[in-house]
């Protein structure tokens, strides 16, 4: 079966400190990629999606990047802390080419900028 | 452009009362509809999904939700809620030709009351 892993559970970085948040998904070859941020009261916003290696969307301007070197790894990056950073951010995973299926989650990393 | 609107960002009913989440969507195209469920720090499960066939969708832990085209609403209800939903439910539209990137609503919290 597939599972998706996402560290670390909780971060708490000051303003200004970079950032790295790792998921990896098995079970599953060449699977589209999300990260999706939710602030505070908010609904989801897909930040990034990857359809490959090397492959990365972004769908928001923002302070953070995306990158994929592996097939079944997707890493959040960002070089600067903001304030408006802070939130939770969920990996997920879909198979690629089918257009009607769902995403799975990851269980999210609460991030917190002070 | 494809947009979801959940009405009501706070449900609470009463343990054993009937629990009903609206959802309304916007598509250009035939949708893909999806219900998650999250519980407090954790990932999104999905509840269930519509795709195509059977506008009456049964998913898990009891709920069910029926596609309504003419009044492009996809309401998720269970008869009998439980203390164990209380948790906060997202409706999301697919984005069409990517499964997985998927456009959310603001989210629902139920609570529920014993």
């Known amino acids: 079966s597939q599972t998706i892993h996402q560290w670390p559970a909780t971060l708490v970085q000051p303003v200004g400190s970079p950032l790295s948040l790792e998921c990896t998904v098995e079970?599953?070859?060449?699977?589209?990629l999300y990260w999706y941020r939710q602030a505070a009261g908010r609904g989801l916003q897909l930040l990034f999606y990857?359809?490959?290696?090397?492959?990365i969307s972004s769908e928001v301007p923002q302070n953070l990047s995306a990158s994929r070197p592996q097939d079944r790894q997707f890493i959040l990056s960002s070089k600067k802390l903001l304030l408006s950073d802070s939130g939770f951010y969920l990996c997920?995973?879909?198979?690629?080419?089918?257009?009607?299926?769902?995403?799975?989650f990851g269980q999210g990393t609460r991030l917190t900028v002070v | 452009a494809q947009s979801v609107t959940q009405l009501g960002s706070h449900v609470s009913v009463s343990e054993g009362a009937l629990v009903l989440l609206r959802c309304n969507y916007s598509?250009?195209?035939?949708?893909?509809l999806f219900w998650y469920v999250q519980y407090p720090n954790q990932g999104l499960q999905l509840l269930l999904k519509y795709t195509t066939g059977a506008t009456l969708v049964k998913g898990i832990n009891g709920f069910e939700a029926e596609f309504k085209k003419s009044e492009t609403s996809f309401h998720l209800t269970k008869p009998s809620a439980h203390m164990s939903d209380a948790a906060e439910y997202f409706c999301a539209v697919s984005r069409g030709n990517q499964g997985g990137k998927l456009i959310f609503g603001q989210g629902t919290e139920l609570s529920v009351k014993p």
């Open positions: 079970g599953t070859s060449n699977p589209n």
């Open positions: 990857s359809v490959g290696i090397g492959q």
């Open positions: 997920a995973w879909s198979v690629l080419d089918r257009w009607n299926t769902e995403a799975f």
């Open positions: 598509s250009s195209v035939p949708p893909y």
